[in-house]
């Protein structure tokens, strides 16, 4: 493997299958000769997190990750360290699963919800499946600067970064979402 997209976000390219991957960004989260491992940071699930809300009793925003083990939740905290189960994602960021430690960080007060961003489910890729997608147009990487991964995010940071990069970007940024209606 020649180069790893650890730490870059994809943006996808404007489709009309409406699937998951639609108007998504993606962090990906770790990139190595075996495959990819990333999140959606902009589509919020909000059957999960009403669901969570009747549990914890406090709002949380619970987001699709992706297609893959959906029954699995992910966590990305930004600061503190309150876990010796996590991968860095850079210097501010880091993924864990040790939900038992968020939640009692939480409660305890020694970490804020805001700076906890929940995923359920991932995405994933195959051996030089990513690589394949991104030669395809499916996928473009961008380094992204000053995101705030925890931050909540919708629809408007696709076409946030879709203008931000200009071109035929800021073309498929302002198409209708249902690209077959344009």
């Not at 994602?89 to 906890?116: A, F, G, H, R």
């Not at 705030?148 to 931000?164: A, F």
């Amino acid at each position: 493997m020649n180069y790893s997209y650890k730490g870059k976000i994809l943006i996808s390219t404007p489709d009309i299958s409406g699937d998951i991957f639609s108007r998504s960004v993606v962090l990906i989260v770790d990139h190595n000769e075996n495959g990819a491992f990333g999140l959606i940071l902009n589509k919020k699930n909000k059957n999960m997190s009403s669901r969570l809300l009747e549990i914890f009793e406090f709002q949380v925003a619970v987001y699709d990750g992706g297609p893959v083990e959906n029954d699995k939740i992910f966590f990305i905290c930004k600061g503190k360290k309150i876990t010796e189960e996590y991968l860095a994602i850079d210097e501010e960021y880091y993924l864990t699963e040790d939900i038992e430690k968020v939640i009692s960080s939480i409660l305890d007060q020694q970490i804020s919800i805001n700076d906890v961003k929940v995923f359920s489910g991932y995405s994933g890729w195959s051996s030089q499946q990513l690589e394949s997608e991104i030669l395809r147009k499916i996928w473009t990487p961008v380094d992204v600067y000053n995101l705030d991964y925890t931050s909540p995010n919708d629809q408007s940071l696709w076409k946030n970064i879709m203008q931000n990069l200009g071109g035929d970007y800021l073309l498929w940024a302002n198409a209708p979402e249902d690209v077959s209606m344009n």
